[in-house]
């Protein structure tokens, strides 16, 4: 489904409530509309749900031209100052069960207390309604607002004039438009500045500049990614032929590095192993010179106590004869 407003204008008293302007938006859509304050906000909430007839300009539903009760059926206004706004001094559930009368379900003080308990606001049924938190007052009253199965479209207005981080009402429109519904949210020039809009300093011809449309976001829309294009082969004598790519290989997986192994301290060899080392090391003496030191002293190296039979013979004194004889 989707509203259309062309060329609509509010006239005023002395000076026109909503200068002439043009808006679109459908089922299943987010749209931020920012201008300042007194720029025509709650003519154009008005205006754009059949709740006030606009002086020149036509709305349309879906392309036709409707009575304005039927665009009021199909529409829901959340918290507009001084038309829907809930008085500051009711408390939370007595907001809800108003809430619930005017979407046309039953408003038992149980069925406020289950309403309330499934979204984790028991302990806050007694706080005044002006005491909560900007982004939790928005929640409630467009909760409240969508109770009724008939409603398609819903306008929040002014939701940052109660404080807090845009972001918060801004995801909370954001839900309702996935879920189906068509959700306009009005806020000032700065407040779409924080949600990341680049406005430029408001310089309007009048006053009462109308508001512009500054984002428009489709929640949940499925985001086409670009396909990938195949590179054909040159068909052709001197072309070459298509070879096929590899399959691709799985890496293998990784191994984990043993713990290296501390070396053991360096025991200090015993003095017998390195006379023996030093032994083999030595070169071996020559055989020949070996045989001559066998010659030089053929007794060398006999066990003690044997006298040598040469020592032996030097021993005796040799007779004068004999030595004359020999």
Known sequence: MQITLSGVRVEGRRDPMLEA????WSTGECLLVAGEPGHGHTALA????GRFVPSSGTVRLDGAAVPPSALRARTAVVDVPGI???DDALSLADVVAEGLALAGRRSLPRDVSRWLEERAL???????VDQLPGV???????????ENPDVRFVVLTLPDRHGGEPSGWWETARTLAASGLGVLVQCTRSSARDLGVDLPPARGATLHEPPRVVLREVPGAPVEEPAATAVLPVAGPDAEPAVEP????EPEPAVEPEPAVEPEPATEPEPAAEAEVEDELEP???PDARAEEEL??????APPGDTPIHDTLAATPADDAQEEAR
């Open 246 to 249: 590899e399959p691709a290989v």
């Open 296 to 301: 030089d002293d053929p007794l060398d190296g």
């Open 284 to 286: 071996s003496p020559d």
């Open 84 to 86: 829907s706004e809930p």
């Open 136 to 146: 939790v007052r928005t929640a409630v009253l467009a909760a409240l607002a969508t």
């Open 21 to 24: 302007m043009d808006l679109a």
């Open 122 to 128: 028991t302990e806050d049924r007694g706080r005044r």
């Open 46 to 49: 008005l205006v754009a749900t």
